[in-house]
């Protein structure tokens, strides 16, 4: 008589409980993620058909890239979506409008590249702070993306030479204006415009691939990512990497703190003329700046700022800072560096969030400030407009009357 077999151990409870978890796990992660992939090619599309019919920004001879006179439309940086418009001069302004050769109020034309252009709607950019703290001026906003001491000077040269009466000039100088000089912008004549580099040949590595799936793709997924980078940042650990490389250390910026590759050319270099060379050049053209503005006897201001690598590496007194200071010695009307009031409110930061000046003062993800990094520039520029007024110029058409 034959004994029945044995019989197979039952599994712990705790064995399949588990097992099942898992399964639930994996099948609720794999719905979140189809769920967020749907969400997100649906908002992408929906945006996409919002902002396609800005056409504000085209080709320019002399410069390069402009703005279109007379424009408005939607645009978008970064998941922001506000409204640009343009003026008759072809700059950005509140609102389109016709602006006069002459104004009674002194009138002051700002320069510098997109910090300066404002990348948020107009009320929160510097320049939009400023006119609407000080309506006895008026203000206009020269500035464009990626422009550079060649263009600050093509730009004062185009409005001088249309006959629009300017009674002093400010110059917003960024970070990034010695890289541009150095390695991006070439004169094409003797005339000052200049054109860019040729196809780019340099390569740094992108964020990792799943990082920008994520991004790309899902939103709601990126928001658990970046509510995560926002911890480890708000406590001072200073990484988040795009295409530009790590926004608290990317060459572009750190060349004010550490070497950087300047036998690289653009976008991630500084050939052929190196950091020194860009210095140079950018000295160069705001001494011409200077000389174009000083026959007229229109006063000239220089501005300095950080991005959020400074905040992070560099000091209160840059190289950056240095310079420009340097320069504007028997030069300028004013010089203002805002070096100084970026890294006082680092260190009003509590040691549990070493790092909430970031969180604060720029835009999550970006080099750009938010709205209240936006205040701490237009404060600082009240604060000297009203310590030493601007007056109208006696310039050199007047004096010839």
């Not at 016709?98 to 510097?126: A, H, K, N």
């Not at 001072?236 to 295409?243: L, R």
């Not at 950056?320 to 300028?332: F, L, P, S, T, V």
């Not at 009003?348 to 999550?364: K, L, Q, V």
Request: glycine fraction near 6%.
């Amino acid at each position: 008589m034959h004994s029945p077999p044995p019989k197979m151990p039952l599994a712990h409870p705790w064995i399949i409980n588990t097992i099942l978890l898992l399964i639930s796990i994996v099948f609720g992660a794999s719905a979140f993620v189809a769920f967020d992939y749907i969400r997100t090619a649906a908002l992408n599309r929906r945006r996409i058909n919002t902002v396609k019919s800005s056409q504000c920004r085209l080709p320019d001879p002399v410069r390069h890239h402009a703005f279109q006179p007379n424009c408005t439309g939607l645009t978008t940086w970064g998941s922001g979506v506000y409204e640009i418009s343009t003026n008759s001069l072809g700059f950005r302004d509140e609102r389109v409008r016709q602006v006069p050769r002459r104004d009674p109020r002194p009138r002051i034309l700002m320069l510098g590249d997109s910090f300066t252009e404002g990348l948020c709607p107009w009320r929160d950019s510097y320049v939009g702070k400023i006119a609407a703290s000080l309506p006895q001026y008026e203000f206009l906003n020269g500035a464009m993306a990626s422009y550079s001491p060649s263009n600050y000077l093509n730009v004062a040269r185009a409005v001088l030479a249309a006959g629009v009466e300017i009674d002093e000039v400010l110059v917003f100088i960024d970070i990034s204006d010695t890289q541009d000089e150095a390695a991006y912008y070439t004169d094409i004549d003797a005339s000052g415009a200049v054109g860019g580099p040729g196809p780019a040949t340099a390569s740094i590595p992108p964020p990792p691939k799943w990082l920008l799936r994520i991004k790309n793709h899902l939103l709601l997924t990126n928001y658990l990512v970046d509510f995560a980078e926002r911890h480890l940042i708000e406590h001072g650990y200073y990484h988040y990497y795009t295409w530009g490389g790590d926004i608290f250390d990317s060459d572009r910026s750190a060349w004010t703190y550490r070497s950087v590759p300047e036998n690289r050319p653009y976008p991630y270099g500084y050939a052929p003329l190196g950091v020194e060379g860009g210095i140079a050049k950018s000295k160069a053209k705001m001494t011409l700046l200077w000389q174009e503005l000083t026959k007229r006897h229109i006063p000239l201001g220089v501005v300095v700022y950080p991005w959020p690598s400074q905040v992070a590496h560099d000091t209160a007194d840059s190289w950056q800072a240095r310079i420009y200071r340097e320069w504007c010695e028997g030069k300028c009307k004013r010089f203002i560096s805002l070096f100084p009031a970026f890294q006082a409110a680092k260190n009003e930061c509590p040691r549990t969030a070493p790092g909430c000046w970031y969180m604060t003062d720029f835009i999550f993800g970006d080099n750009h400030y938010s709205p209240a990094g936006n205040a701490i520039v237009a404060g600082a520029l009240i604060r000297s407009l009203e310590a030493e007024p601007p007056r109208k110029a006696l310039t050199a058409s007047k004096s010839e009357q």
